[in-house]
């Protein structure tokens, strides 16, 4: 598997599975109704952020990431990271190896921490994940969160010292 900066010719195979999950609004805070154009102006980020595909031996995109400052002003040394992994190839390390990706570039983007700010309680696969990377839920918003079968959940906040 091969990390590399995301392109505007990446977005075609992003789209469908970018899709499904934020309509499906089990894990994100996103409007379940994000247009094409939106999610990608939403999802593309201007440096010195990054948004990174992984993609397999035959140039497959397997999933996606976002990594970006999580503050601004005198909070900017805080970075943060978004994942997507295409349902088709999960199961595969994809997810953990674009986590892996994002904290190594925080750090040598000179950040002090990451925190994700919105990890949905009932995404037991995300928590188990970040946990096994080091991140701790430092609280959690009760109720900050309307899953479509398991109605109002926590929202955790997850942070990791660099």
């Known amino acids: 598997m091969l990390i590399r900066e995301a392109t505007a010719e990446d977005w075609p195979a992003i789209w469908p599975f970018f899709h499904t999950i934020v309509a499906a609004g089990e894990t994100l805070t996103y409007p379940l109704q994000l247009g094409k154009e939106d999610a990608k102006d939403w999802w593309f980020l201007a440096a010195p952020n990054r948004t990174v595909v992984a993609v397999d031996d ?28 295409d349902p088709e190839h999960s199961g595969r390390g994809v997810g953990r190896a674009l986590c892996e990706y994002s904290v190594e570039w925080a750090r040598a983007s000179g950040f002090r921490a990451m925190q994700f700010n919105a990890v949905v309680e009932t995404n037991t696969h995300a928590v188990k994940l970040y946990r096994s990377l080091g991140f701790e839920v430092l609280g959690t918003l009760p109720e900050g969160f309307n899953h479509p079968t398991e109605g109002y959940v926590g929202l955790h906040i997850m942070h990791k010292a660099l």
């Open 58 to 85: 035959t140039g497959t995109v397997l999933g996606t990431a976002k990594m970006n400052r999580n503050h601004m002003g005198n909070g900017s040394h805080i970075a943060s990271g978004t994942y997507m992994v």
